[in-house]
């Protein structure tokens, strides 16, 4: 009954999530608000009169029993903010979420690390976030990110890889996983670490809901990590979000001209830490952590741009180049060219660049991704 009383104090009109911590600071439950003097209700920071008289007299709706009902008929885990096993860290921001729906296990000692990004990832910005995701993970940090295709889904991928925990922050319903192209990825992030939402079990995926959702991913870390994202990504939102709530921003550079990189750039304008290796990272964060790495860390570095006169193919590559397929692998680096780009820097017509570039793909040294971009194909450690 008093997860009712949970449920049922979040729908009162004019509850929001600030008011609702602020009541549960100064009450040992919803149950006990509702059983409040309307007089001492007022004396509260945002509650008048009339809301303290909306508040004593509201009951639990149907559809407040129905939210209840779904998530535990689906066998989902229920934290408020008086369970133990809520985030101890998450509970620091002004305006936590007073129910947490979790699928899965949260550790409220978690020592975690937000890595975010462009839905529209590069070649590039993905590699980056495998290494970088992979080894933070490998050195015993919980991986925190949203769920959406393109850089998030690596990050998830990457802590899973390293048999590390991650945990995914939804903005929907978890009857209603977004995108649905990762219902089996989220499945498995489940099994090791955990899928949350502060929404009702059938709520869908609405675009307000995005933003709303990205302080949680702050919250719920040491400090964030921006790999690629446009001056308009939600990712900027999260960085703002870690920012007022005094955690750690960190952005990884990319190409000046790319779209891309814009949010990134923006970022370390603004004093976000520049981001190289992983240690840029925990050398920051082991003061608030203590942690020492369970694992040596993994190398990594992104200054791996092709820029000298060697003319040799990469290492892995067991073969040797001609004049043409050499000019243009100089060009190039992990970071996609738009082949108009590549053909302003080597003495070719497009038709010969055209085969030259296929020449190499098919030799397994450049990576095409859709647009006509380019780019050197990453070795595999």
């Given at each position: 009954?008093?997860?009712?009383?949970?449920?049922?104090?979040?729908?009162?009109?004019?509850?929001?999530?600030?008011?609702?911590?602020?009541?549960?600071?100064?009450?040992?439950?919803?149950?006990?608000?509702?059983?409040?003097?309307?007089?001492?209700?007022?004396?509260?920071?945002?509650?008048?009169?009339?809301?303290?008289?909306?508040?004593?007299?509201?009951?639990?709706?149907?559809?407040?029993?129905?939210?209840?009902?779904?998530?535990?008929?689906?066998?989902?885990?229920?934290?408020?903010?008086?369970?133990?096993?809520?985030?101890?860290?998450?509970?620091?921001?002004?305006?936590?979420?007073?129910?947490?729906?979790?699928?899965?296990?949260?550790?409220?000692?978690?020592?975690?690390?937000?890595?975010?990004?462009?839905?529209?990832?590069?070649?590039?910005?993905?590699?980056?976030?495998?290494?970088?995701?992979?080894?933070?993970?490998?050195?015993?940090?919980?991986?925190?990110?949203?769920?959406?295709?393109?850089?998030?889904?690596?990050?998830?991928?990457?802590?899973?890889?390293?048999?590390?925990?991650?945990?995914?922050?939804?903005g929907c319903g978890l009857g209603s996983i977004y995108p649905s192209e990762?219902?089996?990825?989220?499945?498995?992030?489940?099994?090791?670490?955990?899928?949350?939402?502060?929404?009702?079990?059938?709520?869908?995926?609405?675009?307000?809901?995005?933003?709303?959702?990205?302080?949680?991913?702050?919250?719920?870390?040491?400090?964030?990590?921006?790999?690629?994202?446009?001056?308009?990504?939600?990712?900027?939102?999260?960085?703002?979000?870690?920012?007022?709530?005094?955690?750690?921003?960190?952005?990884?550079?990319?190409?000046?001209?790319?779209?891309?990189?814009?949010?990134?750039?923006?970022?370390?304008?603004?004093?976000?830490?520049?981001?190289?290796?992983?240690?840029?990272?925990?050398?920051?964060?082991?003061?608030?952590?203590?942690?020492?790495?369970?694992?040596?860390?993994?190398?990594?570095?992104?200054?791996?741009?092709?820029?000298?006169?060697?003319?040799?193919?990469?290492?892995?590559?067991?073969?040797?180049l001609d004049h043409e397929e050499s000019s243009v692998l100089k060009v190039?680096?992990?970071?996609?060219?738009?082949?108009?780009?590549?053909?302003?820097?080597?003495?070719?017509?497009?038709?010969?660049?055209?085969?030259?570039?296929?020449?190499?793909?098919?030799?397994?040294?450049?990576?095409?991704?859709?647009?006509?971009?380019?780019?050197?194909k990453e070795e595999k450690s």
């Open positions: 009954m008093e997860l009712l009383h949970w449920f049922a104090l979040k729908e009162v009109p004019g509850i929001g999530n600030l008011l609702y911590k602020r009541l549960m600071d100064l009450f040992p439950s919803p149950s006990a608000v509702f059983d409040a003097n309307p007089n001492d209700l007022t004396s509260i920071r945002g509650i008048s009169h009339k809301l303290a008289e909306t508040i004593v007299n509201h009951r639990p709706t149907e559809s407040c029993r129905r939210n209840l009902e779904q998530t535990l008929d689906a066998g989902l885990t229920i934290l408020t903010l008086k369970s133990a096993s809520y985030p101890r860290i998450l509970k620091e921001i002004p305006d936590p979420p007073p129910i947490l729906h979790v699928a899965g296990t949260l550790n409220p000692d978690d020592a975690a690390i937000a890595v975010v990004g462009s839905r529209k990832a590069t070649p590039y910005g993905k590699g980056n976030t495998m290494h970088l995701a992979g080894a933070l993970s490998s050195m015993g940090y919980t991986i925190v990110s949203g769920l959406a295709r393109g850089i998030d889904t690596t990050a998830h991928e990457a802590a899973i890889e390293a048999g590390g925990r991650t945990i995914a922050v939804m990762n219902k089996r990825l989220a499945h498995t992030i489940s099994k090791r670490g955990a899928v949350i939402s502060e929404w009702p079990h059938d709520t869908p995926p609405e675009a307000h809901h995005f933003p709303l959702r990205n302080r949680i991913i702050s919250g719920l870390s040491l400090g964030v990590v921006v790999v690629e994202a446009s001056l308009k990504s939600g990712s900027l939102i999260t960085a703002r979000c870690a920012s007022e709530q005094n955690r750690e921003v960190f952005a990884l550079p990319g190409h000046v001209r790319a779209t891309q990189s814009a949010g990134p750039h923006r970022l370390i304008q603004q004093g976000a830490k520049l981001v190289t290796s992983p240690s840029d990272i925990t050398d920051e964060l082991t003061p608030l952590t203590h942690k020492k790495p369970e694992q040596e860390e993994i190398p990594f570095n992104i200054n791996t741009l092709k820029n000298n006169t060697d003319k040799s193919p990469p290492p892995s590559c067991h073969f040797l190039l680096d992990l970071y996609p060219s738009h082949i108009d780009d590549i053909l302003q820097h080597v003495p070719m017509d497009a038709g010969r660049l055209s085969a030259v570039l296929l020449s190499l793909e098919l030799k397994g040294v450049v990576e095409r991704s859709p647009g006509k971009l380019f780019s050197l």
